[in-house]
């Protein structure tokens, strides 16, 4: 289904969803009383008021194969190797009725955070917090690494800050030791993953070069947050975009941060 698609069946939840919980609620709305959707490029998202507490409704704009699969060997590791970042998530095959078909859907508690942008952006002035910041990312990707996980897609959208703590969404693409074997269904956000990446890169290194990219990036605001500025960041992006990582030579952040006073930018960089 289409966006629209989605935010016509919404608009009757009774009718859309099975789920009681789903069934029983109602969709968060927008100025002029329609459901408020987030929405990604093979996502969109709906904020549900239920019962007990909100929750995130994700309606998948395009087929992903063997998506059921990946979802239940997903659940079942993190069910034995929890991740404090994680959230407790439900894949429903044939979780809404749109156009009197249904669809899978992936449900799991609306997180009441403050996104990474807005986060960052709102403490460029307070170098301790960047900092701190950039402490808790540390802890959250090495407890991934030493449980053999890779969420896949490790970038601004994917974080949300939640009382201080860093909460992941979006499994789609997670890597975690039982799905050892099959490719990527996708190849995350271009301004954070490595150019030459491929369906054929699966594995527990997924993460590492995303990685890399939040925390230079983390590094270079906490010492200087003009860079935000200079180099409009915000954008889709904390600092780096796909571009710099294609031609390091010709990028001017790559340049920037290169030459930067400060040593611990240049070696991060």
Known sequence: PTPQEFNEAIQSPRQCFEQEELSNGTPALNGLGLPKPESGAF???????CADGDVAVKCFLQESA????????????????PISSCV??????????????RFPIVTMEWLNGVSFLSYIEHNLNDADTLLGLLNRFRCLTAELRNAGIAHGDLQHGNIIVVNGELKLVDYDGMFVPPLKGMSSNELGHPNYQHPLRT?????????????????TSLIALAHDQTLWAKLNGGDECLLFRRADFLNPASSPVFGLLLNYGCSEIRESA
């Open 199 to 215: 369906a054929h890169h699966f594995g527990p290194y997924l993460d590492e070069f995303s990685t890399r990219v939040i925390e």
């Open 88 to 101: 407790n998530f439900l894949y429903i095959a044939e979780g809404i009725k749109v156009n009197g078909n």
């Open 43 to 49: 996502a969109t998202v709906y904020q549900m008021h």
């Open 66 to 81: 063997g998506l059921a699969q990946r979802y239940a060997q997903i659940s079942s590791y993190l069910q034995d190797n």
